[in-house]
């Protein structure tokens, strides 16, 4: 019989590798922008596969969890997505870069979905919140990854030999925990998607994960980039480690936090955090203050995923694995959006001046965030 405890240090280490795999790829986006000779704009759009690739994924990633447990879809999901981050550091054509990162972000969305579902069922078993505690797990991968990423640079190894190791790391680590992740969670009703009046509280998570994935993954695909282009430094993962590593932080101990403040005052600091660490960053285009900026967008963007995830799975519509489906759409759409955008932005205007989007998003927290805990007292009226 296999503990709760147990389920829940080996679902952590899937969050985990799941960040090491992320991050892998992000931290190398510089390389792959120079390997090609790309642009801002060009590589803004290359960057479109990424969420292009996740859409698709999202209704599979649902119906896979309807249908069947959700640890099927994670190891598979998982152990496909090592073998496109592989693929990626092969890619020797744009067509090829571009059908690599699409397959590695579909099968990423199926992990996702099935990890979240996984965590969300986990999180009924015990008293105190520990839906932060995965994400932080998910950011201390992506510190690791970075760490790699710099090691690897340092010393000139190639992207292909570092996309490998990870690979094969991941693919190990794979096999040997999917027996401990947890069985038989298929949910019996609020599995199909209700095409009418979009369901209020539904739709208020999914604008809040929307701004704060425009400024999430604009961090993750951007960060590299303006270390490099901006703040001139060679070693251009040091704006993502600390954007990584302040995430991180504020994930483990944001349970904590969101159980003295509550969640309606912790989107409205998280917002704060944002809004003042970009407009450090843009004001003062230096590397410690570039530092402290990043450390700060890192600590508002940290809280702002687990608390939305955890308030979908209280749907009274919808089962946990389709209410965080649906609000990874509005994930997705973020993600779809932002990187673009500001590298046609950047292109236009510069990349210092294109970050200000990012301000904008965080600002927009604070109005839908306190909507949707209006319509949540209205309700619960």
């Known amino acids: 019989m296999i503990t709760k405890n147990k389920h829940r240090a080996y679902l952590s280490l899937f969050f985990f590798m799941s960040g090491l795999s992320f991050s892998t790829w992000a931290s190398r986006i510089p390389t792959i922008k120079s390997a090609f000779d790309f642009n801002e704009a060009t590589l803004g759009t290359i960057l479109l596969a990424l969420p292009i690739g996740s859409l698709i994924g999202l209704p599979i990633s649902g119906w896979l969890v309807s249908r069947f447990n959700s640890r099927v879809p994670l ?53 105190k919140k520990i839906i932060g505690s995965f994400h932080g797990f998910w950011s201390s991968g992506g510190i690791a990854g970075i760490l790699f990423s710099t090691f690897f640079l340092a010393f000139n190894v190639s992207m292909q030999v570092h996309f490998i190791v990870i690979a094969l790391i991941s693919l190990l680590i794979t096999c040997y925990s999917y027996r401990f992740l947890l069985q038989d969670d298929r949910s019996t009703s ?11 509280y539904i739709l208020y998570l999914g604008l809040i994960v929307f701004f704060s994935a425009i400024c999430e993954g604009g961090m993750f695909d951007w960060s590299g980039i303006y270390f490099q282009e901006v703040i ?15 995430m991180a932080l504020s994930r483990f101990i944001s349970d904590a936090i969101v159980d003295r403040v509550g969640m309606a005052a912790m989107y409205i600091i998280s917002a704060g955090f944002i809004i003042v660490g970009i407009l450090l960053a843009i004001l003062f285009p230096y590397f410690w203050p570039a530092m402290i900026g990043f450390s700060l967008v890192g600590f508002g963007t940290a809280a702002v995923v687990p608390m939305s995830y955890a308030l979908a799975g209280l749907s009274k519509k919808y089962s946990p694995g389709m209410a965080i489906s649906i609000i990874a759409t509005y994930s997705i759409t973020g993600m779809l959006l932002g990187p673009p955008i500001i590298g046609y932005l950047a292109h236009a205007f510069g990349l210092r001046s294109s970050f200000i989007i990012f301000a904008l998003c965080g600002l927009m927290l604070i109005p839908i965030s306190q909507l949707f805990f209006k319509y949540k007292r209205s309700v619960a009226k």
């Open 75 to 127: 190891a598979i999901g998982f152990g496909l997505n090592t073998i496109a981050l592989a693929m990626i550091g092969f890619a020797s054509s744009t067509f090829m870069l571009v059908v690599s990162v699409m397959i590695f972000a579909f099968t990423m969305r199926i992990f996702n979905i099935s990890v979240n579902t996984q965590g969300i069922t986990l999180q009924k078993l015990y008293d």
């Open 190 to 200: 609020g599995n199909k998607l209700v095409l009418s009046k979009p369901d209020p």
């Open 232 to 246: 001139k430094v060679k070693i251009f993962t040091y704006g993502y480690l600390i954007f990584m590593t302040f």
